[in-house]
């Protein structure tokens, strides 16, 4: 095995290791497996490249990237290695070509895509030449835990054994037979992943190298706007209008070019890209465009032909582009693992960089859309199932028969294959699988919508947003905040406004406080309801209870409990030691981000305020039980009388408090839960009478 340290320095041009390089490196020249973990842009990379040099042997690499392939492919070629690809997009003859080479010993590199595994006997004309190692890139994708699983990459497992040449001879001393190391590569993968890909791969004996998920260059931003304050505020921050307000973007990150701006459909990509043009040199990437099409704005964007690329998800994946300063989301992504990995793109050369994040509530709505689309309901997915049980039948003619499109069909198969609810023969057709597949089906689905919880708990987090995503991938370090983000620098925000609270806000917060003096540990829910729900709206008190939180006053967690069969999740605050000892008497140093809220008019302050006092009211007093019993009986002659049942009049809410807090007139009515201006036009009178006798 030849020296690293000169395999690193002649054959790839570099004086030294990365952090962590090295140690990656050696594990995988000396024949053992490894599990890589490393950030976008840590060179994982050259982790199995010069491995693969230093074994002497070629490298079969296997990505489900065609543009990583394109890219990596065309880099090793510049540096006078024997590379080439085997995908979708390359022509017929060259990949016959490439497979000849292959068993001819004429190529350093081989990187083929995960569906080549399926086709009748490829898998066995590349074991006619057992490779130096085996590299499997975007590990995660074989997870079905992970954000970007590929049913194809789940066929590893069983192909890595004929892979790997392990019948092939003994080792010199007979322990166990000569086998080509496998190196799993990926930048996003959670502690179960992890694991997931470990199995999977069956790495037993391999090394798990995970290291910093931290990127210490990187500002990130998150800030709430409606869908259509978007696209202007794209524009703005791109043009350079922003970059000359330094109190804002600060010394670091005055120029927001090179950027890549990501958006959730293809419409979006179009009009977006189209409005950046007027001033800004900018071209769209998504899979609608023709291969051509695609290529011209990646090889645009890579050569500094165009400052900006407007792309959905199917961009950015293994490109390198060192110099990319600004990441921007129109949209809340999906996953945190994705959203973490998008933006990696930014700042690989080390210089500070910056990613923003737009969104809002109603983004989580497209993505409960894609995960039904994606996975359907177990109902269907048996429906599947049940006509597969007639037996074998082609791709086509399943589809006529259950009127689906092929997009659609082809998800659901791959998702019934990847838990043996279908099987794949080598001749196209298809048939049902085995029976115990719903479970796992199921954990599945309800594993995606985990996901979606947890980048929404992101997006509404007060602490450090670097922490955020450390914490999510099981990256301790030494957990020291980033001091770059919008929860630890706000004033430094480039769209994220900063301000100082109003009187009433400064009411609030003290508010907030005195109760946590008083009651420490409360489900912010119920802190909301029980004493500021009539002065303001819930996303104004989460917003000023985030301030408490950047402030270091208070700490929030989430916490549990089990309803119906269902596991509802919500949040708790606490004071910290800080909060303890400042107590209600704020000084004036809360900064809050945003716009101040619309003020009330007076008549609708008078109401609130009304309300609030009448349920705080609520709270204490205990009902009459003989008055209840008379509101019952009235609430049942009602009933009887519409022909409804009895909650349909009012419920037992609605009856304690009415016997509680005795209303006297219309207007406090209207104070009572499950009272509106239906229910008061329909019974008002009658209950006053009531009431009053």
Not at 57 to 68: E, H, T
Not at 655 to 684: C, H, M, Q, W
Request: aromatic letters at 6%; hydrophobic letters at 40%; proline letters at 5%.
């Amino acid at each position: 095995m030849a020296d690293l340290d000169s395999i690193l320095r002649e054959r790839f041009g570099f004086d030294s290791f990365r952090p962590h390089q090295r140690e990656a490196c050696e594990t995988v020249a000396s024949g053992r497996d490894c599990l890589l973990v490393m950030p976008t842009g840590a060179g994982k990379s050259l982790c199995y490249q010069l491995p693969a040099v230093a074994r002497g042997g070629s490298a079969l690499v296997i990505s489900p990237l065609i543009s990583l392939m394109e890219d990596q492919a065309g880099k090793l070629i510049e540096q006078g290695f024997s590379a080439a690809r085997i995908h979708s997009g390359r022509p017929r003859e060259e990949s016959r070509q490439a497979c000849f080479d292959w068993a001819e010993g004429k190529l350093d590199f081989l990187f083929i895509a995960p569906e080549r595994l399926r086709v009748p006997g490829f898998v066995e004309w590349l074991a006619k030449r057992t490779p130096g190692l085996i590299a499997v890139d975007e590990a995660h994708c074989i997870s079905q835990w992970g954000h970007d699983f590929r049913p194809d990459y789940r066929l590893l497992g069983q192909r890595l054994e004929l892979l790997r040449g392990a019948e092939r001879g003994q080792a010199p001393d007979g322990a166990r037979p000569l086998s080509a190391p496998v190196i799993a590569l990926t930048a996003t993968a959670t502690p179960m992943v992890q694991q997931d890909i470990v199995n999977q791969l069956q790495l037993v004996d391999g090394r798990k190298l995970i290291h910093g998920f931290r990127r210490t260059n990187l500002a990130i931003e998150l800030v709430e706007l409606k869908p259509s304050q978007r696209a202007d505020a794209v524009c703005e921050l791109l043009d350079g209008a922003r970059a000359s307000r330094p109190h804002e973007s600060g010394p670091e990150v005055r120029d927001p070019l090179p950027a890549i701006v990501y958006v959730p459909s293809r419409k979006e990509c179009e009009a977006l890209a189209q409005q950046i043009a007027e001033n800004v040199p900018c071209m769209p990437y998504h899979a609608g465009l023709t291969a051509a099409e695609r290529d011209k704005a990646q090889a645009a964007f890579l050569a500094g032909d165009v400052s900006v690329i407007v792309a959905t998800i199917a961009f950015g994946m293994g490109i390198d582009k060192h110099n990319v300063r600004t990441v921007i989301h129109t949209a809340l992504p999906a996953t945190v693992e994705g959203y973490y990995q998008e933006i990696g793109r930014a700042g690989r050369d080390g210089k500070p960089s910056r990613a923003i994040l737009m969104w809002g509530w109603n983004d989580r709505r497209l993505h409960e859309w894609f995960l039904d689309r994606d996975y359907p309901p177990v109902n269907e997915m048996r429906a599947l199932w049940n006509t597969l049980g007639r037996g074998s039948i082609d791709f086509e003619s399943l589809a006529n028969e259950l009127e689906l499109k092929p997009e659609v069909l082809s998800g659901r198969l791959d998702k019934l294959a990847a838990q043996g609810g279908a099987v794949l023969d080598a001749d196209g057709f298809i048939s049902q699988g085995g029976e115990d597949w719903i479970e796992p089906y199921e954990n599945q689905r309800a594993h995606k919508e985990d996901q979606l919880d947890r980048i929404l708990n992101f997006a509404q987090g007060n602490t450090c947003r670097m922490l955020a995503l450390l914490n999510h991938f099981g990256d301790r370090d030494d957990m020291t905040p980033c001091g770059k983000c919008d929860v630890c620098a706000p004033q430094r925000c480039v769209l994220k406004t900063t301000r100082e609270p109003d009187a009433q806000e400064m009411t609030v917060l003290a508010g907030i406080m005195e109760r946590l003096l008083q009651r420490d540990n409360q489900s912010t829910g119920k802190l909301y309801r029980d004493n500021f729900e009539g002065a303001m709206k819930r996303g104004e008190f989460e917003d000023l209870l985030g301030a408490l939180e950047q402030n270091g006053l208070v700490y929030t967690m989430q916490d549990e409990f089990e309803k119906d069969g269902r596991v509802i999740q919500f949040k708790r605050v606490s004071l910290t030691d800080a909060g303890r000892e400042t107590g209600n008497q704020l000084d004036g140093a809360i900064v809050l981000t945003g716009a101040a809220p619309k003020k009330k008019s007076t008549k609708q302050a008078k109401q609130a305020a009304a309300k609030s006092a009448f349920k705080k009211a609520e709270a204490k007093a205990e009902p009459d039980p003989e008055l209840v019993k008379t509101l019952k009986s009235w609430r049942l002659e009602q009933a009887k009388s519409e022909g409804v049942q009895a909650y349909r009049v009012f419920g037992n809410r609605t009856l304690n408090a009415l016997a509680a807090n005795k209303p006297k007139t219309r207007d406090e009515l209207l104070d009572v839960p499950g009272i509106g201006p239906a229910k008061l036009e329909a019974y008002g009178d009658s209950i006053l009478e009531l009431l009053q006798g």
